[in-house]
């Protein structure tokens, strides 16, 4: 079994039922990173294992510290002893470190999980902004809106999006240019 496959039946057990919503975005999410292919090459597999976690700290079974991309890591590195790579990247996915430092948790998140280099993360950024919660395709200005939306302008979450949109924005554009050029 590759990791990617391993990745989405851990993801699987940890989003189906409890949060089947969030399941359905994660599809979406692996659905993307598995299009990505063409310009990941060998990390291709890597990154769909990532996309297939990237969530899974929302599970009610791993929330800690309220931050989902600190705690899923933490439970990939302390329990499932997944690759380094893989926490690295769930740790840091989306613009994170924004919604740590919302949290009080940034010099945590650096302290524990170094970054991955940024094309990875910024991949995985890509797939996990273009896609709905319901798991489908969209522009990424939309599913910032629908996140401000969701949550409200005080919320953390919309404070630290609003603070995150250049570093999403510029992950997305980056990704597209490379699909763009591959074709």
């Known amino acids: 079994m590759g990791q990617a496959e391993w990745a989405r039946d851990l993801a699987r057990q940890l989003l189906e039922e409890p949060l089947p919503r969030r399941?359905?975005?994660?599809?979406?999410?692996?659905?993307?990173?598995?299009?990505?292919?063409?310009?990941?090459?060998?990390?291709?597999?890597?990154?769909?294992?990532?996309?297939?976690?990237?969530?899974?700290?929302?599970?009610?079974?791993?929330?800690?510290?309220?931050?989902?991309?600190?705690?899923?890591?933490?439970?990939?590195?302390?329990?499932?002893?997944?690759?380094?790579?893989?926490?690295?990247?769930?740790?840091?996915?989306?613009?994170?470190?924004?919604e740590a430092a919302e949290r009080g948790l940034l010099d945590v998140l650096n302290a524990e999980f170094d970054k991955e280099r940024p094309e990875l993360v910024g991949a995985l950024t890509y797939c996990d902004m273009t896609t709905s919660p319901d798991g489908l395709p969209v522009e990424a200005e939309a599913r910032l809106l629908e996140i401000h939306s969701r949550y409200g302008p005080e919320h953390l979450v919309s404070r630290s999006i609003t603070k995150a949109t250049p570093c999403i924005t510029a992950a997305v554009h980056a990704v597209q240019a490379a699909l763009d050029a591959g074709t």
């Not at 299009?35 to 990941?40: F, G, M, N, T, V």
């Not at 769909?48 to 976690?53: D, G, H, K, M, R």
């Not at 899923?72 to 302390?78: E, P, S, T, W």
């Not at 002893?81 to 994170?96: E, F, M, S």
């Open 23 to 98: 399941w359905a975005h994660t599809q979406g999410v692996a659905a993307r990173a598995v299009s990505l292919a063409p310009i990941l090459g060998a990390e291709a597999d890597l990154l769909t294992a990532a996309a297939w976690l990237h969530d899974i700290g929302y599970s009610p079974a791993l929330v800690d510290t309220g931050s989902h991309a600190l705690d899923g890591a933490r439970y990939l590195r302390d329990v499932q002893r997944a690759d380094g790579t893989i926490a690295r990247l769930v740790a840091h996915h989306t613009c994170a470190e924004y």
